[in-house]
């Protein structure tokens, strides 16, 4: 302390300060370490989402490392010397061509190329016409008349692509607008506008062609392939969700969107954007493959999509009553079983090999199905018919209130309430009868059951309690339970209705799956 040589300066540390910086760093380390876990986790948990996506579909993976290819075989003319002392900087238009022009599939890639060849075209040669008028009108003028012509295209380019008729050549006035604006504006600059709309033309027209070759020699991606491939997949979805039967009651409406089923029927329903957009693309492709002759019906596909979209509503329907809360009685539930069954996995199958005749573009009689699901159909409406009076819940009233007429029950969800409320409406009707009997805890008879009889058939389900019993009234809840039990078991005849409405529809579907397999010449 005081600077003499070989003085020693001691520091006494508290044990309990030690401690406590000994805590702090490993608390510290702790959550460094755990940092970099979750980090690590994170890392790995994107590598196995980016693996399950690339392996739902091998295309997209393909389509990218085209991407890859075409931009660097354009990029090449930058990169080498000859080719950019030809070109010049505009020879980045080429690498704008490709990054814009270059889509998934071979029609849409057609499609974007024709849009952006024309849309060039017409700009140029409207650039190269206004930019020589301006030049003659002299210098003062010659700037006025640009951003006049400037602001005029911009409108009319704007307003043309909201034109309904016009709304596939929206990408084309697109490129009008920027391409006429940078032409005539550089050009103006640069005081040669002719040979700035030529350069450009170039580098285009060499973006335009690396985009296409790659794009068609490198593992194709057509759309018509992937617009067949989509409407077998909805085919197939309509017939799993048909054939699925979930047990009643498992499910509620609250899990009901989660479930794997209603997410099939979902996509086809949703389905309609994607199919028109293929069938379009599809249009712009040559005969490739097994569509070998011009003129290919793509629009018949997209009319085969919105029938077979009519049918997944059903299927929804029928999910939307299998997974609601107001539930038939067990016993009616295994009266109709047989023969629901015996219907949607006829209809399923049905579904299935239309979808296989669009897959293996080979037409097939599907007469012999249809007559099955007509015949099953046929006798699940005769059982229908025949058991119809276990649908409803009646009950006679007595004419006087002597009368010892027994009362009419029908099957109820359970034989003890059916036995509980005969008892109970026998009493009831015998005013000179004596006064209930009192239960344990000070409660009646008639409150008991009045109790027990809400609690199974309230709608939707909740406590007793919630009920504000009413002190007067007598039996007036016996009409208003009769009404639930009937409510529930007209569930099941809602779903029988909904299943005939979809062998109905099933019908136009056939038609129209022979009307692609004629046109398309399976």
Same mark, same amino acid.
Not at 216 to 243: C, H, M, R, T, Y
Not at 419 to 428: D, F, H, P, R
Not at 430 to 440: E, L
């Given at each position: 302390?005081?600077?003499?040589?070989?003085?020693?300066?001691?520091?006494?540390?508290?044990?309990? =300060?030690?401690?406590?910086?000994?805590?702090?760093?490993?608390?510290?380390?702790?959550?460094? !370490?755990? *940092?970099?876990?979750? @980090?690590?986790?994170?890392?790995?948990?994107?590598?196995?989402?980016?693996? +399950?996506?690339?392996? +739902?579909?091998?295309? $997209? &993976?393909?389509?990218?490392?085209?991407? *890859?290819?075409? &931009?660097?075989?354009?990029?090449?003319?930058?990169?080498? $010397?000859?080719?950019?002392?030809?070109?010049?900087?505009?020879?980045?238009?080429?690498?704008?061509?490709?990054?814009?022009?270059?889509?998934?599939?071979?029609?849409?890639?057609?499609?974007? *190329?024709?849009?952006?060849?024309?849309?060039?075209?017409?700009?140029? =040669?409207?650039?190269?016409?206004?930019?020589?008028?301006?030049?003659?009108?002299?210098? &003062?003028? +010659?700037?006025?008349?640009? *951003?006049?012509?400037?602001?005029f295209i911009g409108a009319v380019t704007s307003f043309m692509k909201l034109w309904p008729s016009l709304v596939p050549y929206e990408y084309g006035f697109r490129v009008i607008l920027f391409t006429y604006c940078l032409i005539i504006v550089s050009g103006y600059r640069m005081g040669n506008p002719l040979r700035t709309a030529m350069d450009r033309m170039y580098s285009i027209a060499i973006g335009g062609f690396v985009? &296409?070759?790659?794009?068609?020699?490198?593992?194709?991606?057509?759309?018509?392939?992937?617009?067949?491939? %989509?409407? /077998?997949?909805?085919?197939?979805?309509?017939? @799993?969700?048909? %054939? @699925?039967?979930?047990?009643?009651s498992n499910t509620v409406m609250d899990e009901f969107p989660d479930d794997p089923v209603c997410k099939k029927c979902k996509a086809t329903l949703n389905s309609s954007a994607k199919l028109e957009s293929l069938a379009d693309s599809a249009k712009w492709e040559p005969p490739h493959g097994r569509f070998r002759h011009f003129f290919y019906p793509w629009s018949e596909y997209v009319k085969v999509g919105a029938v077979l979209r009519y049918c997944a509503y059903e299927v929804m329907a029928l999910h939307g009553v299998l997974h609601s809360e107001i539930q038939a009685p067990y016993n009616l539930r295994i009266t109709f079983q047989p023969e629901i069954r015996d219907v949607t996995s006829q209809a399923a199958e049905l579904v299935r090999c239309l979808g296989k005749d669009i897959s293996s573009m080979k037409r097939s009689l599907k007469t012999c199905l249809l007559k099955r699901v007509h015949s099953s159909t046929e006798r699940l409406q005769r059982t229908i018919?025949?058991?119809?009076?276990?649908?409803?819940?009646?009950?006679?009233?007595?004419? @006087?209130?002597? !009368?010892?007429? !027994?009362? /009419?029950?029908?099957?109820?969800? !359970?034989?003890?309430?059916?036995?509980?409320?005969?008892?109970?409406?026998?009493?009831?009707?015998?005013?000179?009868?004596?006064?209930?009997?009192?239960?344990?805890?000070? %409660?009646?008879?008639?409150e008991m059951m009045r109790k027990q009889s809400r609690r199974l058939h309230s709608w939707p389900s909740r406590e007793v309690d919630a009920f504000a019993f009413e002190e007067e009234g007598g039996l007036d809840f016996l009409p208003r339970m009769r009404a639930l039990e009937s409510t529930a078991a007209l569930s099941l005849a809602t779903y029988t209705s909904l299943l005939i409405e979809f062998v109905v529809r099933l019908d136009h579907l056939v038609e129209a799956v022979d009307e692609l397999s004629k046109m398309a010449k399976f």
């Open positions: 302390m005081n600077g003499k040589k070989g003085s020693c300066v001691e520091i006494n540390i508290p044990s309990s =300060i030690t401690t406590k910086i000994t805590k702090q760093q490993l608390e510290s380390g702790k959550k460094k !370490s755990a *940092g970099n876990g979750r @980090d690590l986790f994170s890392c790995k948990a994107w590598i196995e989402k980016v693996w +399950e996506f690339a392996k +739902e579909d091998s295309n $997209r &993976v393909i389509f990218s490392f085209k991407v *890859g290819l075409a &931009v660097l075989l354009v990029s090449l003319l930058i990169l080498f $010397r000859a080719p950019y002392e030809v070109f010049g900087t505009n020879i980045i238009w080429s690498i704008l061509t490709v990054a814009i022009m270059f889509e998934y599939t071979v029609g849409a890639t057609f499609n974007r *190329g024709f849009n952006r060849a024309l849309g060039s075209l017409l700009a140029g =040669i409207l650039a190269i016409g206004v930019a020589q008028m301006a030049l003659s009108s002299g210098r &003062v003028a +010659e700037p006025f008349i640009i *951003g006049t012509s400037i602001f985009a &296409v070759l790659v794009n068609v020699l490198v593992f194709p991606i057509w759309a018509g392939e992937q617009l067949q491939k %989509e409407l /077998v997949k909805n085919f197939n979805s309509v017939a @799993d969700s048909l %054939e @699925d039967h979930p047990e009643f018919d025949m058991h119809s009076y276990l649908l409803t819940t009646t009950y006679c009233d007595p004419p @006087d209130n002597n !009368s010892s007429k !027994s009362v /009419v029950l029908l099957p109820k969800l !359970s034989s003890d309430l059916s036995n509980q409320l005969a008892e109970l409406e026998s009493k009831s009707l015998d005013k000179d009868s004596t006064p209930a009997v009192i239960v344990q805890g000070g %409660e009646s008879y008639h």
